[in-house]
């Protein structure tokens, strides 16, 4: 440090005795006394209170020279605790102690991963983006102790850039003789290597996502896990490429070695919001009009379809999540399946939440694995470990998953995101590794029927062949049918034709949609800073008495049932949503009669039963209504009373006259037979002729 005659070192001591943050307390220094209380081995300093400091001195030494630049940071805070405790640092590897660099952002040292050129290699640099994988923690040898096996001669060797060296030769012996490794003599440092990769927003379309290895040493390993969102300060460094020989190339990779590590807030971690963009908000949250103008804001180019708007925006902004004191979750957020026929625009309004959500992720059915959905191991070619890689749920933590064709996905691979919906969590167990990662994550899914088009006389599961233990995990399920409506249908034409002669989307003069931007800044506000809200008594009655009084309808066992406790969990969401939309604290009575005139709105399209005339949960989630299991029950004894008196095979004209004289209609009871025979449970053993599988 002769360069600099001791200024920086005399500065940077200086800053760390003197420092105060707006409150007036000393920063650094009270966590230097601190050191040995908290059995810490590196100090966390914020970049820009330095160059607030002394801006000349460490600017330009962090530029020019950023080893000699930390190596002086290190060694003015070893002399430091050297001299104001020296207990402590007497039991400790020096080199241990180490000065974390964070908060180094600028235009000029702030690198996005697609942009690391060689002109950085060499240069402290701070990127940020997700990580995906991470290596076991190994001890890396630092300082070595040998024995001579000739005359037991004890040498010691400082080890450089990670790689094993012995000594050449003895110097008592002066031979080259064999040497061995004193472990428990020898100095080592937690090691561990990771690949963090770009984050799914900053990737422009169509590009293939750029990933960089980051070397973590010290009390920095292991303190994030696959998903989480990082920002890294470190130098960039290189390491030659080889053959498949062995032989080195002219080519290089490149690495950071870390200095600083910060995990960030998962979502809205990029928001900054000024003191105008703060009131701008307020006097839209105060808006009469607020929650009419964010459903026109959802995908406005396509028109209609206002209920599924209104629940795609109360997805966006979620509910509250809660962990109660024994540990039990409550997730906040929902999840909405869209089922419709072509041409109805569920993968534009997909494309269109991928663009307005702060965190967001697009995927298609077809081409999605389970492993690739949720998390998988993989195999590090360079040290021959298995790591976890995280996925598509995992890293769109805290955001939404929007998932299309749905309906095209492996059914094995599917069964992979049950825990995601309802635990938000995912937990893998393979090659070693067992491990739970979160997934905190709303699903919004559009799937196409099974049968091109939607056939309103089948159950939603005929129609999407989806099983009840998915279907039951979304909170709403809308259903686009494709109606022949002379009056609807010129309206769109008039809309569709409109956009393509101003090529701009129609408004209302009341309620204007709200610039796709200042909305992204809206709900990141709402869901960052805004006073998250709670249930009062006054909805919570009203969301009970509804809850109630739709189960009284299944009293005694005799109706079907039409709501269970998922739905009622779904209310509270959807009616804490609504709350945060106009970023009220309380959840009021108007909130929970909208979310409750959604969820009946949802369960008339797919769970209404036209023979009963009321709603039966079980046409959601199950092959046959509850009015249709109790038709085939009376089938069922019809034919078991025949085949007692004697006939093994029963005639189908016979049955059907029978089960008419007990009030089944002829058309429902031929419809439930081949329901039956559909299940398995009958068959045709000739034309005319049914029998009962005998179990």
Known sequence: MSGYEGGPQERFEEFLRTHKDEQGSLVYWSKIQRF??????????????????????????????????LDMLDTVLRSILQTEDPEYIEGLDESLIKVRIINYVSKTTHVPLRAIRSRHIGKLIHISGIMMRASEVKPLLVHATFKCRRCGEIILQTQEDGRYMEPDQCPVCGKKTPVSLIPEQSKFRDWQKVRIQESPDELPPGSMPRSVDVILEGDIVDISRPGDLVKVTGILLTTPDFTRRGGKLATFNVYIQANGVEIAEKEYEQLELSEEDKEELQKLADDPFVHRRIYASIAPSIQGHERIKESIALLLFGGVGKTLPDGTRLRGRSNILMIGD??????????????????????????????????????DTDTGAMTLEAGALVLADQGIACIDEFDKMDPNDRTAIHEAMEQHTVSIAKAGIVATLNARTSILAAANPT????????????????????????????????????????????????????????????????DKDFLKKYIGYANRYAEQPQLTSEASKKIENFYVELRKQAEGGAGPVPITARQLEALVRLAEARAKMALRPKVSEEDAQAAIELVEASLRMVAYDSVTGKIDIDRYISPMSASQRGDSDKILKVMKDMEDAGTSVVNEEELLRKVEDMGLSRDNAEKIIAKLHDEGILYNPAPGKWSRVQS
């Open 451 to 514: 049968l091109g088009r939607y056939e309103p006389s089948l159950s939603v599961q005929e129609n999407i062949k989806l099983p009840f233990t998915i279907l039951s995990r979304f909170d709403l399920t809308w259903i686009l049918v494709d109606t022949v409506e002379p009056e609807r249908d010129r309206e769109i034409a008039q809309f569709i034709l409109s956009m393509h002669q101003t090529q701009k989307t129609p408004v209302e003069p009341k309620t204007p949609p709200i």
């Open 342 to 379: 072509p041409g109805t625009g569920k993968s534009q309004i997909l494309k269109f939440i991928t663009g307005l959500a702060s965190r967001s992720l697009y995927t298609s059915g077809k081409g999605t694995t389970a492993a690739g959905l949720t998390a998988a191991v993989v195999h």
């Open 36 to 69: 040995s209380i908290d059995g810490a081995t590196s100090l966390n300093i914020d970049f820009k209170d330095m160059t607030t400091f002394d801006n000349v001195v460490f600017s330009t030494l962090a530029k020019e020279s950023p080893s000699q630049f």
